[in-house]
């Protein structure tokens, strides 16, 4: 199975997650955002906005994904619309582009960096970060910033950082993280996934635990199962109720734990992805997944399909982190 010679299968999930460039002047992929925007009874050829109930969206989808790269670029896939990147905008991020996070219309998404800062594009708005907080981002304890995730509704976000700290920002709701609880992660955090609800989530680290926080369950992690990667792990994505997530290492491996599914990985199918496999997401009814590569492949599993990838583009990926998002709260 290889990204770009796979029927376009289709991507719809509740959260969506970088070297790309010319022969000269490469750059880093550090993250993708899977962008299903849903709405009851729409079809993937129409502009479609997703309905929010309060405790989740309606179904239907328009898919697509947003892939960003360390240097700032967002490219786009599907049906997710370009609505700017930090190069774009003249901003200087040197290289530093960790996450990025979509509004629940999927006409907007925040890129991070590892550094503090939050831009906003599209709808989305800003509602503050690390660095307009003064806090003092890559210091001893707190650490860099490692991913974004967005609150239901987009009016807020959160900020996690290596070191274990959680920082919310407009809506969004403190309830706990690694540091507050001291737990000594050593700069182990590597993403955080939300609840549908956005009353909680959970927070993965390279070492393979998984901590829950809020309405978040625990529902075991490569740790508890005495499974050993390491520090390969690279990211997280929950099931569309909650009861469940998946945990992903760079080294194509797919673990799943509560009642996630297994559908497959880049190292279950022969895949040679070496030590690239920086992200990977769910779709919306919990079928499926893609999981990204550095190098610019994005690999489906289950019910996720394909929508093209840098790779495909001929982009010549290299570090991609699929983001912890999708836009339907995650693009």
């Given at each position: 199975?290889?990204?770009?010679?796979i029927?376009?299968?289709?991507?719809?999930?509740k959260?969506?997650?970088?070297?790309?460039?010319?022969?000269?002047?490469?750059?880093?992929?550090?993250?993708?955002?899977?962008?299903?925007?849903?709405?009851?009874?729409?079809?993937?050829?129409?502009?479609?906005v997703?309905?929010?109930?309060?405790t989740?969206?309606?179904?239907?989808?328009c898919?697509?994904?947003?892939?960003?790269?360390?240097?700032?670029?967002?490219?786009?896939?599907?049906?997710?619309?370009?609505?700017?990147?930090?190069?774009?905008?003249?901003?200087?991020?040197?290289s530093?582009?960790?996450?990025?996070?979509?509004?629940?219309?999927?006409?907007?998404?925040?890129?991070?960096?590892?550094?503090?800062?939050?831009?906003?594009?599209?709808?989305?708005m800003?509602?503050?970060?690390?660095?307009?907080?003064?806090?003092?981002?890559?210091?001893?304890?707190?650490?860099?910033?490692?991913?974004?995730?967005?609150t239901?509704?987009?009016?807020?976000?959160?900020?996690?950082?290596?070191?274990?700290?959680?920082?919310?920002?407009?809506?969004?709701?403190f309830?706990?993280?690694?540091f507050?609880?001291g737990?000594?992660?050593?700069n182990?955090?590597?993403?955080?996934?939300?609840?549908?609800?956005?009353?909680?989530?959970?927070?993965?680290?390279?070492?393979?635990?998984?901590y829950q926080?809020?309405?978040?369950?625990?529902?075991?992690?490569?740790?508890?199962?005495?499974?050993?990667?390491?520090t390969?792990?690279?990211g997280?994505?929950?099931?569309?109720?909650d009861?469940?997530?998946?945990?992903?290492?760079?080294?194509?491996?797919?673990?799943?734990?509560?009642?996630?599914?297994?559908y497959?990985?880049?190292?279950?199918?022969?895949?040679?992805?070496?030590?690239?496999?920086?992200?990977?997401v769910?779709?919306?009814?919990g079928?499926?997944?893609?999981?990204?590569?550095?190098?610019?492949?994005v690999?489906?599993?289950?019910?996720?399909?394909?929508?093209?990838?840098?790779?495909?583009?001929?982009?010549?990926?290299?570090?991609l982190?699929?983001?912890?998002?999708?836009?339907?709260?995650?693009?």
């Open positions: 199975m290889k990204a770009g010679k029927a376009a299968s289709v991507f719809s999930k959260y969506l997650r970088r070297k790309v460039g010319a022969a000269a002047g490469a750059f880093t992929i550090i993250g993708v955002v899977l962008w299903s925007l849903l709405q009851s009874g729409s079809s993937l050829a129409s502009v479609c997703p309905s929010y109930t309060g989740g969206y309606t179904t239907g989808a898919p697509g994904y947003w892939v960003a790269t360390t240097t700032g670029h967002v490219y786009q896939f599907g049906n997710a619309p370009f609505e700017g990147s930090p190069i774009a905008s003249g901003l200087m991020v040197d530093s582009v960790v996450g990025i996070a979509a509004t629940p219309g999927g006409h907007g998404y925040w890129v991070a960096t590892s550094t503090g800062h939050v831009y906003k594009f599209g709808t989305a800003f509602f503050g970060s690390p660095i307009s907080e003064k806090i003092a981002i890559g210091s001893p304890g707190i650490g860099t910033v490692v991913g974004i995730a967005a239901p509704d987009g009016r807020g976000y959160w900020v996690a950082t290596s070191a274990g700290h959680v920082y919310q920002f407009g809506d969004a709701m309830f706990g993280s690694p507050s609880k737990i000594a992660v050593d182990s955090v590597v993403g955080i996934a939300p609840t549908v609800d956005g009353m909680g989530y959970w927070v993965a680290t390279s070492t393979g635990h998984v926080f809020g309405d978040a369950m625990f529902e075991g992690s490569p740790f508890s199962m005495h499974i050993a990667v390491g390969s792990v690279v997280i994505a929950a099931m569309p109720d009861s469940g997530y998946w945990v992903a290492t760079s080294t194509g491996h797919v673990y799943q734990f509560g009642t996630a599914g297994f497959g990985s880049p190292l279950s199918m022969g895949l040679n992805v070496g030590t690239t496999v920086v992200a990977m769910a779709t919306l009814d079928g499926g997944y893609w999981v990204a590569t550095s190098t610019g492949h690999y489906q599993f289950g019910d996720a399909p394909f929508l093209g990838s840098p790779f495909a583009s001929d982009m010549h990926g290299g570090n982190q699929l983001g912890t998002e999708i836009a339907i709260t995650r693009s």
